[in-house]
Nanobody
Framework: QVQLVESGGGLVQAGGSLRLSCAAS????????MAWFRQAPGKEREFVAA???????TLFADSVKGRSGISRDYWKTLYLEIDNLNAEDTATYYC?????????????????WGQGTQVTVSS
């Protein structure tokens, strides 16, 4: 059983930065590829970033590429940082995990999901 709990959301000024965390309750963190997805009201869930189980491979959506980072640490926590926030970054952000060989951009490939944390960017 894998439990994921996101934190770090809230109200952020446009142009500012955010750092989200995802704490994983799992016996062996390193067998899971991890990812962040987000869903804005009235829109489908979309891929944001992913990281392989070793941290050696990262993927980013074009919408955040160049202004974001994804990382994971030994203490079973996943992080997402996004700089230069804009209104289009407003969404509920979800942490996800899967035990495939490589991380993907496809939500259906991920077996475990957190409850999400809301991020609102104000102008």
């Amino acid at each position: 059983q894998v439990q994921l709990v996101e934190s770090g959301g809230g109200l952020v000024q446009a142009g500012g930065s955010l750092r989200l965390s995802c704490a994983a309750s799992v016996r062996t963190f390193t067998i899971y590829d991890m990812a962040w997805f987000r869903q804005a009201p009235g829109k489908e869930r979309e891929f944001v970033a992913a990281i392989s189980r070793t941290g050696g491979t990262t993927l980013f959506a074009d919408s955040v590429k160049g202004r974001s980072g994804i990382s994971r640490d030994y203490w079973k926590t996943l992080y997402l940082e996004i700089d230069n926030l804009n209104a289009e970054d407003t969404a509920t952000y979800y942490c996800a995990a899967d035990d495939r060989a490589v991380p993907t951009r496809v939500a259906a490939d991920y077996n475990y999901w957190g409850q999400g944390t809301q991020v609102t960017v104000s102008s």
